[in-house]
């Protein structure tokens, strides 16, 4: 499986944008580049996901760098409901496991 | 619309007993996943079914068996609960593809003793 590298932990202000970026340099042409988060105590909750090109849902933006060897997920306007672990995860088009890492936690401040 | 339901959402088991998480999905979904989480760490995939009446193993299937009942339904049995399956277990489902996200429960909280 191609391997994500994501920072430990990330804080940011209520109402402020924040940046997650992920690493993935041996992405292969038919992997996908997922994002979740998890709140405490909670499942996994998809928040998006791209191929080649940037996306945008009401939830967040997925920015993919040209080469496709890195993504950053981009959260407009943070609130408190925000604070979680976000996890980055390669799926390969015909693959149907989730291979979570350590994720990124992102504390809030208020 | 109730997603994935998971039952039941906390147990507690004596080593050796016997044990069926249950998991449902009202969204017409093809594939259905088993994952665990321990403390402290991300998801670990133990049995998936990719369609009805086909299951297959993850990353950490032993001391585990599944069944897919239907299309709505996958279980997870422990047939000889040990300590180290305490752990909280996350049912998802999707439909078939890489694209394609998985939806979860809220989970299972058990412990072993």
């Known amino acids: 499986d191609a391997k994500t590298t994501q920072p430990n932990s990330m804080e940011s202000n209520e109402e402020e944008p924040v940046h997650l970026p992920c690493n993935h340099s041996t992405i292969s042409g038919t992997d996908y580049i997922h994002w979740y988060r998890q709140l405490p105590s909670q499942g996994p909750e998809y928040v998006i996901h791209g191929l080649t090109s940037n996306v945008n849902n009401r939830m967040a933006s997925l920015a993919i760098a040209e080469d496709r060897k890195s993504s950053t997920l981009i959260l407009h306007r943070a609130t408190l409901r925000d604070a979680a672990v976000y996890y980055c995860?390669?799926?390969?088009?015909?693959?149907?496991?989730?291979?979570f890492g350590a994720g990124t936690t992102v504390t809030v401040r208020a | 619309n109730a997603g994935v339901t998971q039952t039941p959402k906390f147990q507690v088991l004596k080593t050796g007993q016997s044990m069926t998480l249950q998991c449902a999905q009202d969204m017409n979904h093809n594939s259905m996943y088993w994952y665990r989480q321990d403390p402290g760490m991300g998801l670990r995939l133990i049995y998936y079914?990719?369609?009805?009446?086909?299951?297959d193993k993850g990353e950490v299937p032993n001391g585990y068996n599944v069944s897919r009942l239907n299309k709505r339904e996958f279980s997870l049995r422990l047939e000889s609960a040990a300590p180290s399956q305490t752990s909280v277990y996350f049912c998802?489902?999707?439909?078939?593809?890489?694209?394609?996200?998985?939806?979860f429960g809220d989970g299972t909280r058990l412990s072993i003793l």
């Open positions: 995860i390669l799926r390969d088009i015909g693959d149907y496991k989730l291979s």
């Open positions: 079914s990719a369609s009805e009446g086909t299951t």
């Open positions: 998802a489902s999707s439909n078939t593809g890489g694209g394609q996200p998985q939806h």
